[in-house]
């Protein structure tokens, strides 16, 4: 749990206890990346405004450094921009201030939920020669394998999952990204680009479907 307010963070470290959850805490980024090298958490609760590095580039940061953990975002900033600007850094949720304790615990449960469940997957999804092994956290384009964000990841695992059906921007965001941040789909087109790019010479696999969204199939 990383905040710059005592208060805040005392109350957050103190509730999530009660929760049953092991919590460590930091005040500032720098601090908070040492935390995170250090203890190897399961997630990652980060204020955005920090008095050294803000909670984006913390979680930049950890993405470079390839640390997968999952991260929810606590601002009072809730504009388009600012929202993309956490999703794009490898962000994984985000809260508003002011929040309940309810519904930020809710949110915890279900992205852990859906960790552990990534990890017991024990069939590799195909198409073509993409092949993407859930329970290593890796995914080859034939020999090559490669390096994704874990946004790219999830969305990759979605079209893998759901193989030739049209997938709409909504359905996408709601099962990507977990809930819906203002209708602003543009994040979708992003990441499919992101994709296409790593994917190279494969990249027809991702089809757009004009007015609904996207598939992917093997190609013919």
């Known amino acids: 749990m990383v905040d710059d307010e005592e208060v805040l963070l005392d109350l957050l470290r103190d509730a999530l206890r009660f929760a049953e959850y092991d919590v460590t ?13 250090e203890h190897q958490p399961d997630l990652v609760i980060l204020d955005v405004n920090l008095p050294d590095l803000d909670g984006f580039e913390v979680c930049r940061r950890l993405r470079a450094d390839g640390d997968d953990v999952p991260v929810i975002f606590l601002t009072a900033r809730d504009t388009s921009d600012d929202l993309r600007t956490g999703f794009t850094r490898g962000g994984d949720d985000y809260l508003t201030k002011p929040f ?3 519904e930020l615990n809710m949110r915890m449960q ?5 960790r552990l469940t990534s990890r017991t997957t024990s ?3 195909r198409s073509g020669d993409v092949v993407m092994d859930d329970e290593q956290h890796r995914v080859w384009a034939g020999d090559v394998e490669l390096d ?8 990759l695992h979605y079209l893998l999952v759901n193989q030739g059906q049209a997938l709409s921007k909504a ?4 099962h990507v990204w977990h809930y819906d941040f203002g ?4 994040v979708v087109e992003t990441y499919v680009s992101y994709l296409r790019r790593k994917l190279a ?20």
């Not at 930091?26 to 090298?37: E, Q």
């Not at 994704?148 to 969305?155: C, D, G, K, M, N």
């Not at 359905?171 to 709601?174: A, K, N, P, Y």
Request: no cysteine; charged share 25%; aromatic share 4%.
């Open 148 to 155: 994704l964000s874990p946004t790219e990841y999830r969305l």
């Open 110 to 114: 279900a992205i852990l939920r859906r």
């Open 100 to 102: 309940s304790l309810d």
């Open 183 to 186: 209708g602003d789909a543009s």
């Open 201 to 220: 010479d494969r990249s027809a696999q991702i089809h757009t479907i004009r007015g609904v969204g996207y598939t992917m199939r093997p190609p013919e």
């Open 171 to 174: 359905q996408i965001l709601d």
């Open 123 to 125: 069939a590799p999804l």
């Open 25 to 37: 805490t930091a005040a500032n980024g720098f601090d908070a990346l040492r935390a995170a090298a």
